[in-house]
């Protein structure tokens, strides 16, 4: 993953409207039982990362098809995903942890490296796109990167129930989400059936500095930094990144080039 300063024609940006914390935190509780410098070019984790205790050895299933261990903390985490991107884009995959040793190894337990956030689009499949396998990756889809108590749940399980070193806000290029939101804001009109929701949610990022397809297209970046804020903003996730046991990061996927980079 390479990373992108400032706002290009292909990737421009700002920042949902979430339920109150303390309904969020009940949910969390009660679904989940009680419950740097980074690698090609994501993002940093806090200086307190190595004052971090040191993450738990990986056991068996933990071991990746590469032959080495599975990533354990943000920057390594970072690095794995930019690798895989940079052989999906060269289409050199390896198409890894898909062997039938990784897949008897998964029936005792999983032991994802990183958790993506993305869109629904058909075209933008995180597996995919960073060349992971099996195990590999926890994925939570919703149109427009939305967050709901549902995401924000299956998030949190994640990263407080597995430990996941990393969260990625992976936003992509044309963005029918995005677009639909833009749409209803400028003409008046609901979309419908539950589009409106999703809409609605997408509204607060609206970019108002461009008109037409670049509106749209600086929306899609400005959303992906606004659900990244709300999820750092979260109690749970902001002190697991304030000692550097997690990092959360922003990036977009262009359909047109097949690379992610950061935001």
């Not at 509780?29 to 040191?54: D, F, K, S, Y």
């Not at 290029?173 to 809409?199: F, K, L, M, N, W």
């Amino acid at each position: 993953m390479t990373t992108r300063s400032g706002a290009g024609p292909a990737a421009p940006s700002v920042p949902l409207s979430l339920p109150s914390p303390r309904g969020r935190r009940a949910l969390l509780r009660a679904a989940l039982g009680g419950t740097a410098v980074l690698g090609a070019g994501l993002v940093a984790a806090p200086a307190a990362a190595a004052a971090a205790p040191a993450p738990p050895a990986p056991g068996p299933a933990a071991m990746t098809a590469r032959g080495g261990p599975r990533p354990t903390t943000p920057a390594e985490a970072l690095r794995e995903l930019a690798r895989g991107n940079r052989r999906w884009r060269s289409r050199h995959q390896t198409h890894p942890d898909e062997s039938a040793a990784a897949r008897v190894a998964a029936v005792s337990g999983q032991h994802p490296f990183a958790l993506v956030l993305g869109c629904i689009d058909s075209r933008v499949p995180p597996e995919l796109v960073f060349d992971q396998g099996l195990g590999d990756l926890m994925t939570v889809r919703s149109a427009g990167e939305v967050l709901d108590e549902a995401v924000l749940g299956s998030i949190a399980y994640g990263v407080l129930e597995l430990a996941i070193p990393l969260v990625v806000v992976l936003g992509h290029q044309s963005c029918g989400a995005v677009a639909a939101a833009v749409r209803a804001e400028e003409t008046g009109e609901r979309p419908p059936a539950h589009i409106d929701y999703i809409a609605e949610r997408i509204r607060p990022a609206i970019d108002h500095t461009h008109t037409g397809a670049a509106r749209i297209d600086a929306t899609i970046t400005a959303n992906v930094r606004r659900v990244r804020g709300l999820l750092a903003a979260e109690p749970d996730l902001a002190g697991r990144v304030a000692t550097g046991r997690l990092a959360i990061v922003g990036a977009r996927y262009e359909l047109s080039s097949q690379r992610v980079h950061r935001l």
